[in-house]
């Protein structure tokens, strides 16, 4: 079995804070929203969790020409190939599809994870809101946890856009859910890598909170 890696593999995440939750609450399904190349998606399944994967970006699914930093043409493996290298396609659902317009009825999952997503200029034609909604509705009820990192402001036009939460700006999309993290860097200093192809300052925030609703209760 050959081990593949991400294209984003390099980028800081709080990802194993997320990983260390779920572990303790014993998950067993998580679903990945923007799972990219898998960075995610492949530890995930590596421990037997299963995954699904919802994607909009074909290349990032089935591979294709990339341009890394240095302007250096190369190939992305894509999520399917990576699986299929690993042994673990069975263990995965892809969904090719946009979050803001997803149709496929999907099984709520144990914990919903997304990593500087909603971001991405395509989702700011609709609220932030409609975004985070949709997740949670992929989060099962009782129990269900959902985890997002997310870009916070660093440029002043970043300050008009609700999808770069301020700290504490995101609380009030969790009634009935309890927080059980809410964390922020101070503004810090990315190395280049795909999609941004010099460096660049990033502020990340992380929620993560669980929902403690009954199936049928109202949020
Ligand atoms: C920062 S990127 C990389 C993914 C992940 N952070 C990683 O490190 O592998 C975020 C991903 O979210 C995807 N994305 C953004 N908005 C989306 C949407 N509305 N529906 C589905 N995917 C989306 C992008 O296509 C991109 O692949």
Request: aromatic share 8%.
């Amino acid at each position: 079995m050959a081990i593949t890696r991400s294209l984003w593999q390099e980028t800081r995440t709080f990802f194993p804070l997320f990983l260390s939750l779920i572990k303790e609450r014993g998950a067993k399904s998580v679903c990945v929203v923007g799972a990219s190349d898998g960075k995610f998606v492949l530890p995930l399944v590596r421990r037997g969790i299963r995954v699904v994967a919802i994607e909009r970006n074909t290349t990032a699914l089935n591979g294709g020409p990339v341009v890394l930093p240095g302007g250096v043409e190369s190939t992305m493996s894509g999520l399917r190939k990576r699986l299929a290298e690993e042994g673990f396609s069975n263990l995965v659902e892809i969904v090719e599809a946009d979050i803001l317009d997803l149709t496929a009825e999907l099984e709520p999952s144990d914990a919903v994870w997304t990593s500087c997503s909603w971001h991405y200029s395509i989702n700011h034609r609709r609220p932030l809101g409609e975004f985070v909604a949709t997740m949670k509705s992929l989060c099962r009820p009782h129990g269900g946890v959902f985890g997002a990192e997310y870009m916070m402001p660093v440029e002043p036009r970043h300050l008009t856009l609700e999808h770069y939460p301020e700290e504490g700006g995101m609380r009030h999309h969790f009634p009935g859910w309890t927080i059980d993290w809410e964390t922020y860097t101070p503004p810090f200093l990315e190395a280049p890598h795909v999609e941004q192809l010099h460096q660049h300052v990033h502020r990340m925030g992380l929620i993560i909170a669980t929902h403690q609703q009954e199936e049928n209760d109202e949020d």
